[in-house]
């Protein structure tokens, strides 16, 4: 009877010392990831704590979970993750990067542009999400563009390949569905609706025309990189400079024809980011 207790405590002693083990990775993976700079050029800085004291991103810089992107009027950067998917963050953006590694959270979108391009191997879904103060994108491996319009969090989202689900965090409503050449606007004050008309289809090709510009304009020959706030130490709050209206989509939720364009920036110097992932 001894000896039986006695291997009864051992295994409890064990199986205890697994499930520490197992749940102190999540908590390790998170605070290991990185996203790599591959591209930059003007005023990016990443704010690493609650200081909000900015440093300067280069090509190589590296930004951990939790910390906050910020770029200025003429600030881009191409970031790459661990499964080779890589994210543009364009001017006046304020972005915080979570993680691939941890519950498939990505990015938060405080305010500003970005285009998300998901790695995965062919039928093999990618899960990750990617938030802002309005919404929940969910995503399973795709390419995909988000604008933050406002510090209300009023919300773009348009689909160059895949699949994109919407949901509003604040209003509710129903989960939207987006396929290639389809986009919805999330809006704080009222609940996500169906797609209906065209709309939809004309603020995609609209807000993927922008970004391309934009990309070319920054990436041009003879741009260079630009120097980075080092040593800065100006609040990261705000809305992280004026948006402008010029060029911005607007509308409401809809859908038009897919289009099933590619995902990958075109025109220009501006090459194709690395980890361009199709639909599934």
């Known amino acids: 009877m001894l000896e039986r207790s006695t291997f009864a405590r051992a295994v409890h002693t064990l199986l205890l010392a697994a499930a520490l083990v197992v749940c102190a990775r999540p908590g390790h993976a998170q605070s290991t990831a990185k996203a790599t700079a591959v591209k930059q050029v003007g005023n990016v800085a990443v704010v690493k704590d609650s200081s909000n004291y900015r440093t300067a991103v280069f090509v190589g810089s590296q930004v951990s979970a939790g910390q906050l992107i910020v770029t200025g009027a003429d600030g881009y950067a191409l970031f790459q993750v661990a499964d080779g998917s890589t994210f543009e963050v364009f001017p006046d953006s304020q972005v915080t990067f979570h993680s691939t590694m941890s519950v498939g ?146 509308g409401t939720s809809g859908t038009g024809s897919p289009t099933g364009g590619s995902g990958s920036p075109t025109g220009g110097s501006g090459t194709p980011p690395p980890g361009g992932g199709g639909g599934d």
């Open 105 to 250: 959270d990505l990015l938060n979108v405080v305010i500003g542009r970005i285009k998300v391009y998901i790695q995965h191997l062919p039928g093999i879904p990618n899960p990750n999400h990617v938030s802002t103060p309005t919404a929940l994108i969910s995503v399973r491996g795709t390419v995909f563009s988000v604008e933050v319009q406002d510090a209300e969090g009023t919300t773009t989202v348009a689909v160059d390949e895949g699949i994109v689900d919407v949901r509003n965090l604040r209003m509710g409503g129903q989960i939207v569905r987006l396929i290639p050449g389809q986009a919805t606007t999330v809006d704080p004050h009222t609940p996500l609706v169906g797609l209906g008309g065209n709309k939809g289809a004309v603020v995609q090709r609209a807000m993927r025309a922008m970004l391309d510009a934009v990309r070319d304009g920054v990436l041009r020959p003879g741009a260079g990189p630009g120097s980075g706030p080092a040593g800065t130490s100006a609040p990261a709050g705000g809305t992280g400079g004026a948006q402008g209206d010029k060029g911005k989509p607007t």
